[in-house]
């Protein structure tokens, strides 16, 4: 008899790489679009749970590696700053975004077709 | 003046999940072609610079966790045993191979007009 079928599910995970470096991964979208959301890197930080030195050190280094920033800080102001994510690191997010909905995508499409064709 | 583009790299990793377990990651897939490639364990191990334990335990929780075995281990004969992929281990790594061929293909597309895109 055989044994039943578990769940299966296919699983995928997308990273950009610039300049043979990793440059944009599944914690770096998060976190910009935390910060697109809150328009702090504190609270971005603090909705996914990652120290705040973690997030800081994320951001500095995607800044450094794109050819331009993806985020910049305000000084000074009535709020006294605030971090917001630029034109370009939008473009970027939304990119990385439109990737992971296509392999999504195909993963779906490939459970579908590898689990339904197994006797 | 703008930095100069560096070259974008778009990554993808895949792995299959049974019953919420890694059931086959990159690792195993490439495990399971260099037994199919030696008919042995150790010599797969050495192929990949995998130590043996990490290999016969990888193998073990993979025979584990698919309803079939991927690998089977003979004992006996005249050259004391060797290790097969199974029928059932073989259609899993075409399918896992065939997806790891989409993802490159959606990526290969994706980087094209992704940056091509961009100013």
Sequence with gaps: MPRPEPTVRLRGK?????????????AGAD???????TGSLSQAAKNLRFAYRRAWLLIDAMNKNWPQPLVTTATGG?????TRVTEYGQKVLRAYRDLQLQLEH??????????????
């Design 14 to 26: 997308l990273w950009v790489e610039l300049g043979g470096k990793n440059a944009l991964t599944e």
């Design 31 to 37: 976190l910009l679009q935390q910060i697109e959301a």
């Design 78 to 82: 009535k709020r006294g700053g605030g």
């Design 106 to 119: 195909l993963l779906d499409v490939a459970t579908g077709e590898w689990w339904g064709n197994d006797e």
